[in-house]
DNA sequence: GGCATGTGTATTTTT
DNA sequence: TACACATGCC
């Protein structure tokens, strides 16, 4: 029996990983090994006879799921670790659904409308209901989705959401109801679930009582990764999901808690024990990441903080490198500053997807991109803009998702109105003509799970009586319904749709067909319809590797691919590159060298979010998780001086200030410096004052 | 009445 | 840059 793994692990991890049955909580600081941790545990289970599908392993995205999967796979030398159910709540809810979705009346060919889907059914119903033309200020569609969303993520009252998070939309409250409803009622007759209806349903499922006794017991182990940054409605599952069989181990760290936009909150750790009866606590202290330099630098962050965190961490690592505070004169000096460095890390033979730079919010690199590009610096982008938002993308995934569940009227409109002559009231015409019904009553019938036939339904209709169309848009009609039909036709595809498993390769097949139709609408509509085909080429690429349309769909909605120059072309294996990310997305990363830019007030902390101490203590673990990415080298970049063309007020430009956050103590623990070797001169560091006037006129850059 | 087209404006973070 | 809204065209 080859425990060997055991050995690398110290005493605290090892207590964890060999934990016996029962609930348990361990507070992991950032870079002591939690990843491996629950590697471990997840490869011990298994040697202890536990099968590997009867645990389920819960983490924050799909690769952190399959990183770990893959170390389990090392440590025990076998692929039994693959029946193992990992992946994000919203993916393993997704899963379960369509096994046991019809004990809760859904039926099984149900898809998922992502962010941007039920924005626009939002606002489809707001308008519907005569909202947009209110004369009151009334709130828009991502606001609408932002006010429900948190409604069910918090599992709190509408009322308190407005008053707490959402004070402006207040006097709105009845028609916010109105439009809930609807919104509620339409989901349900399109068979379709938004992210929050995956949860709702997992939920409702997991505190049925005889199906959720199954549903729970099917799991003897569940494991839940950054359980700091998991919901009301998340602990509500796992509570559901641990009526009858109490193994449950959460692992977390307070100090990285930047999810509470998502209604994450930190009382699911504190509360721990309290939803889980007998539960034991364990904290992991030693951090093996990164210097004590760099540690010394990011606990002092944190002592700042309005609440006090209990550990601290500590390197046993060689001395190294005290971090640089970088004072650049502008932000085209910041952008050469950090090429600068980058380069030379490179050149002293750290490779580039050894360094990352990041930022607050995802428009923050986009001088920064320019450079690189100007420099011929190759870099991946995580965060911000997906490749699956784009409009031409989204079309694409309309059409099959349509072939998938036809009662999808979402997707209809969105493909109808890409007609000439075509716009909202003739698309909804055309759908009611084939059965697609666009207000609240039910179409089909979605109770029992009972899958629908493809030609039952709309589909049917498209074939046998097709929808009168304006003239304009005839031909284009045609070929899209041709195509439609054509992909469904059982002699041209291999046998078709049958549940939802179509023969090998036949979704890559399906997109290339449906290419054909959609290309002359595509050269109508876009411009620089070159640089889009071949992200339409991209994605058939990527179809290739499934068999199931039904797969290929939610995992391109639930885990669509998270870097945008992922998919610029062929990718090539030993091919070097940086890597920007915001924050957010680099979580539970590292990287030797890290380079944190617009460490300013107003960026980080962001103005948005400087209403209220949570949210400024927010904005300070969000530096934390920064500093603490960095293995060795560890950089701030912070622009004296912002130019704005946007708001034409005085002469373009105005002063930042030193983020708040790098506090005179925590900059003593760093070397502080000016931006480039190059243009100092440039850097008038007499104008640097605490001047209130200062820190109004850089905030008014975003105000008003 | 309904659609295409132009103009202005506001832009955190993500499943 | 993308979206919401207003205007003018069929």
Not at 63 to 75: F, I, K, L, T
Not at 321 to 338: F, G, K, M, S
Not at 526 to 544: G, P, T, V
Not at 607 to 618: A, R, Y
Request: net charge negative; proline share 4%; glycine share 8%.
């Amino acid at each position: 029996m080859s425990t060997r793994y055991l050995d690398d692990l110290n005493a605290d991890q090892r207590r964890a990983v060999e934990f016996g049955d029962g609930p348990l909580l361990v507070i992991a600081g950032a870079g002591t090994g939690k990843t491996r941790t629950l590697a471990c545990r997840v490869a011990h289970l298994i040697e202890q006879g536990i099968g590997a599908e009867r645990i389920l392993l819960l983490t924050f995205t799909r690769r952190a799921a399959s990183v770990m999967v893959r170390q389990a796979e090392r440590m025990l030398g076998s692929d039994d670790v693959r029946t193992v159910w990992g992946g994000t709540f919203h993916a393993v809810a997704n899963r379960l659904l369509h096994v046991y979705g019809h004990a809760i009346g859904l039926a099984p060919d149900f898809t998922i409308l992502d962010q941007g889907d039920a924005g626009d059914l939002l606002n489809l119903i707001r308008h519907d209901l005569g909202f947009a033309k209110a004369k009151t200020r009334f709130p828009k569609k991502q606001t609408l989705l932002d006010i429900y969303s948190h409604t069910v993520n918090a599992q709190s009252s509408l009322d308190a959401v407005l008053k707490r998070y959402f004070p402006w939309c207040a006097h709105a409250k009845d028609g916010i109801v109105e439009i809930f409803e609807a919104y509620v009622d339409r989901k349900s007759a399109q068979n379709v679930l938004d992210f929050d209806d995956l949860l709702l349903f997992w939920k409702a499922l997991s505190e049925l009582p005889e199906v959720g006794d199954v549903v729970g017991r099917r799991f003897e182990h569940v494991l839940v990764d950054e359980y700091q940054d998991t919901n009301s409605i998340q602990s509500g599952i796992l509570r559901g999901m641990r009526r009858n069989v109490s193994n449950i181990m959460a692992v977390g760290d307070d100090a990285q808690s930047i999810y509470s936009f998502r209604a994450a909150t930190v009382r699911n750790m504190l509360d721990f024990p309290d939803h889980f009866s007998g539960a034991e606590t364990m904290t992991l202290e030693q951090n093996y990441r990164s210097t004590q330099q760099v540690l010394d630098a990011s606990n002092t962050l944190m002592e700042q903080a309005g609440e006090r965190y209990t550990k601290n961490l500590f390197s046993h690592r060689p001395a190294g490198h005290r971090p640089v505070l970088l004072t650049c004169a502008d932000e085209p000096q910041q952008c050469n500053a950090v090429c600068d460095r980058i380069l030379e890390h490179r050149e002293r033979g750290v490779m580039l997807m050894d360094q990352a730079v990041l930022f607050r919010a995802g428009h923050h690199s986009a001088e920064l991109e320019v450079e690189l590009n100007r420099r011929k610096i190759p870099f991946h982008k995580y965060g911000g803009l997906k490749f699956i938002e784009a409009a031409h993308v989204k079309d694409m995934l309309a059409f099959l998702r349509i072939l998938e569940n036809p009662f999808d009227a979402v997707s209809w409109l969105r493909l109808l109105q890409l007609l000439t002559g075509v716009g909202p009231q003739i698309a909804s015409r055309m759908m009611r003509d084939i059965g697609v019904r666009t207000d609240s009553r039910s179409a089909g019938d979605c109770g029992g799970g009972r899958r629908q036939e493809p030609f039952s339904t709309p589909l049917a209709k498209l074939r046998d009586a097709p929808p009168v169309v304006p003239s304009a848009a005839r031909d284009e009609f045609e070929g899209i319904r041709l195509a439609l039909l054509d992909c469904l036709d059982p002699s041209r595809n291999h046998g078709g749709n049958v549940d939802g498993i179509s023969a090998s390769g036949t979704v890559a097949v399906e997109i290339e067909r449906l290419r054909l139709c959609y290309a002359p609408i595509f050269e109508r509509i876009y411009d620089k319809s070159e640089m889009r085909l071949r992200d339409l080429e991209q994605l058939e690429l990527i179809a290739a590797g499934y068999q199931s349309r039904g797969r290929f769909i939610a995992d391109m909605t639930l885990d669509p691919p998270s870097s945008t120059s992922d998919l610029a072309g062929p990718p090539v294996l030993d091919e070097d590159y940086l890597v920007l990310s915001t924050i957010h997305s680099a979580k539970g990363c590292e990287w030797d060298v890290v380079h944190i830019i617009h460490v300013a007030d107003g960026m980080l902390p962001s103005d948005m979010s400087t209403g209220d101490e949570e949210g400024i203590d927010e904005e300070r673990r969000l530096l934390y998780v920064a500093m603490t990415r960095a293995k060795n080298h560890l950089y701030l970049y912070f622009p004296l001086r912002y130019y704005h063309t946007k708001h034409r007020r005085g002469d373009g430009h105005s002063y930042a200030q030193l983020s708040r956050f790098v506090s005179p103590k925590v900059r003593s623990y760093m070397n502080l410096g000016g931006g480039t070797k190059v243009g100092d001169d440039d850097v008038d560091t007499s104008i640097r004052v605490d001047s209130k006037s200062v820190r109004d006129q850089v905030r008014n850059l975003w105000r008003s």
